[in-house]
C-alpha cells in the first residue's frame, strides 16, 4: 500500500532545482545556436536577405544530418531533453517526493527516477537520428526532382498536428498528469531504488508517447528551430500543470499545421536534409 507525506518545503525545492536545471539545458541550448554564427554560409542561408542571415543562424539551421554526426546530435538532443523535458516531469517528480519522503535512500530514489525518465527520452533521440538518416538516405534514391525533403517534413509537421486529436495523445496525456495510478501499480516499498527506476522508465515512455509529435516539430525546421523549441516547451509544460488543458489540443495542432503549411510552401527550410 502507497503512503505519501505531503513537504510543502520540499516540493518547492524539487519545484526550483528541476527549473534551475531546464535554465541550464536552455543556456547550452542557446550557446550551440549562437555557435552557429561563426559557421560558414550555406547555400540555404545565401538566399536569404543579408539583413535575415544573422537572425535565421542565431534562431536555426538546416544541417546535413549525416554530417553532423551521432555525437553532436545526442549532444544537442541531450540539452533539449534537461531545458524542454525537466518541467514537464514536475508532476512525476512531486509523486515521487511523497511518495519516499519517509525512505532514507528517498534522494538517491529520486535521482534513480529523474535518470530513468531522461534516460527514456535520450533513446527516442536516438531513435529519431536514424529514423531521419534512414529517410534521408531513401530520398536520395529517388529522382531528383522528386527528392523533396520539405515534403517529408512538412508532412511529418501536419501528421504531428493531426496527433494532437488522437485517442493515444489523450491517455498518454492523462497518465502524464496523474502519475500516481502508475506507482499505485508498479511501486514495490521494499526495492525503492528499482521501483523508482521502473516508474521513471514507464513514465518515461508514456512521455514519449504524449510529446512525440511536439519534441518533433523542434528538429523538423531548420530557420526557426529555437523559437518553436520555447513554444513547444512552453505547451508541454502547460499541458502538466494547468488545471484543464483540453483547450490547448487544438492550438497546439494549429500551431503544428501551420509549421507543416510552412514547410511544404517552402517558406522556412526544413533541418535534416
Not at 541550448?29 to 559557421?39: D, R
Not at 538516405?137 to 508532412?155: E, H, K, N, T, V
Not at 523538423?220 to 484543464?244: D, H, K, N, Q, Y
Request: proline share 6%; glycine share 10%; hydrophobic share 60%.
Amino acid at each position: 500500500m502507497l503512503e505519501t507525506v505531503r513537504d510543502p518545503i520540499g516540493s518547492i525545492r524539487l519545484a526550483l532545482s528541476v527549473l534551475g536545471a531546464a535554465v541550464l539545458g536552455w543556456i547550452g541550448v542557446i550557446a550551440l545556436h549562437a555557435g552557429l554564427m561563426t559557421a560558414p554560409i550555406s547555400p540555404t542561408l545565401a538566399a536569404l536577405p543579408v539583413e535575415l542571415r544573422g537572425l535565421v543562424r542565431f534562431c536555426g539551421h538546416a544541417p546535413d544530418l549525416a554530417g553532423t554526426g551521432f555525437f553532436n546530435w545526442m549532444l544537442g538532443w541531450a540539452l533539449m531533453v534537461i531545458a524542454m523535458m525537466l518541467p514537464p516531469a514536475l508532476p512525476l517528480l512531486r509523486a515521487g517526493l511523497r511518495l519516499l519522503a519517509g525512505h532514507g535512500d528517498g534522494r538517491r530514489a529520486l535521482l534513480a527516477m529523474l535518470g530513468a525518465f531522461v534516460a527514456i527520452w535520450i533513446a527516442a533521440g536516438a531513435v529519431l537520428f536514424a529514423g531521419g538518416t534512414l529517410l534521408r538516405a531513401g530520398l536520395r534514391l529517388l529522382p531528383i526532382g522528386m527528392q523533396r525533403a520539405d515534403l517529408a517534413s512538412g508532412l511529418a509537421a501536419i501528421a504531428a498536428g493531426l496527433f494532437q486529436f488522437s485517442s493515444l495523445k489523450m491517455a498518454c496525456m492523462d497518465a502524464c498528469r496523474s502519475p500516481t495510478a502508475l506507482m499505485m501499480l508498479r511501486w514495490q516499498d521494499a526495492r525503492p531504488l528499482p521501483s523508482s527506476f521502473d516508474v521513471g522508465a514507464r513514465y518515461g515512455v508514456i512521455c514519449v508517447g504524449c510529446c512525440w509529435a511536439t519534441m518533433l516539430l523542434a528538429v523538423l525546421v531548420g530557420a526557426l528551430m529555437l523559437p518553436i523549441m520555447v513554444a513547444a516547451a512552453l505547451f508541454m509544460t502547460l499541458e502538466r500543470l494547468l488545471p484543464s488543458t483540453r483547450r490547448l489540443i487544438p492550438i497546439q495542432a494549429g500551431f503544428a499545421i501551420a509549421i507543416g503549411m510552412l514547410l511544404l510552401t517552402g517558406a522556412v527550410p526544413p533541418a535534416f536534409f
